[in-house]
Antibody, heavy 123, light 108 residues
Framework: EVQVVESGGGLVQPGRSLRLSCTASGFTFGDYAMSWFRQAPGKGLEWVAFITRKALGGTTEYAASVKGRFIVSRDDSKTIAYLQMNSLRTEDTAVYYC??????????????WGQGTLVTVSS | DIQMTQSPSSLSASVGDRVTITCRASQSISSYLNWYQQKPGKAPKLLIYVASTLQSGVPSRFSGSGSGTEFTLTISGLQPEDFATYYCQQSYSTPSLTFGGGTKVEIK
């Protein structure tokens, strides 16, 4: 059974850092892209970061709102994707979701999602 | 950035109704449009990808159509478990992905 489980959320002060983990199981992790999304309280879904599989270079991409502050990485030997969040702002408060990216030609859809982890940025 | 506009933002319907949700892209995205369902406090669930392909395990009452800039999600025979918020997402500009604002389907 495919599973994706996020962890590492919590309460953090503005300007501080936090690292989220996304532990995957039930599929060959190294064969898939992984992506992070977030949802602020009462709001819609927002894409945050994306990392391709190593065979495609492990390329990373970021939403403009987090570029330069967040870093996505992966450890295929541990089947974990990470989201390092630095210089956190109050507007980063959200539930963060990790998802597996499946490819159609060169485009992606996201077929398995974790349950989410809440990040609250507040003093 | 490609903007995605969903309509309506909410609707009320009864069990058994046929429901249609529209998603418009600010530029052509070919067929690279995905639909997700989200229930309160839960993760999004993939329903349809590349505009019309039903994800495995999703009931056949869900269907998607469209290409270019206009897309629809149709639920034929609304069931109690279908009351949720639905989001479209374009993947044409992968990995820069954008979602529509969501459509909340409520019980009439």
């Amino acid at each position: 059974e495919v599973q994706v489980v996020e962890s590492g959320g919590g309460l953090v002060q503005p300007g501080r850092s936090l690292r989220l983990s996304c532990t995957a199981s039930g599929f060959t992790f190294g064969d898939y892209a992984m992506s992070w999304f977030r949802q602020a309280p009462g709001k819609g879904l927002e894409w945050v970061a994306f990392i391709t599989r190593k065979a495609l270079g492990g390329t990373t991409e970021y939403a403009a709102s987090v570029k330069g502050r967040f870093i996505v990485s992966r450890d295929d030997s541990k089947t974990i994707a990470y989201l390092q969040m630095n210089s956190l702002r109050t507007e980063d408060t959200a539930v963060y979701y990790c998802s597996r990216g499946s490819r159609v030609v060169t485009k992606y859809y996201f077929d398995y999602w974790g349950q989410g982890t809440l990040v609250t940025v507040s003093s | 950035d490609i903007q995605m506009t969903q309509s309506p933002s909410s609707l009320s319907a009864s069990v058994g109704d046929r429901v249609t949700i529209t998603c418009r892209a600010s530029q052509s995205i070919s067929s690279y449009l995905n639909w997700y369902q989200q229930k309160p406090g839960k993760a999004p669930k993939l329903l349809i990808y590349v505009a019309s392909t039903l994800q495995s395990g999703v009931p056949s009452r869900f269907s998607g159509s469209g290409s270019g800039t206009e897309f629809t999600l149709t639920i034929s025979g609304l069931q109690p478990e279908d009351f949720a918020t639905y989001y479209c997402q374009q993947s044409y500009s992968t990995p820069s992905l954008t979602f529509g604002g969501g459509t909340k389907v409520e019980i009439k």
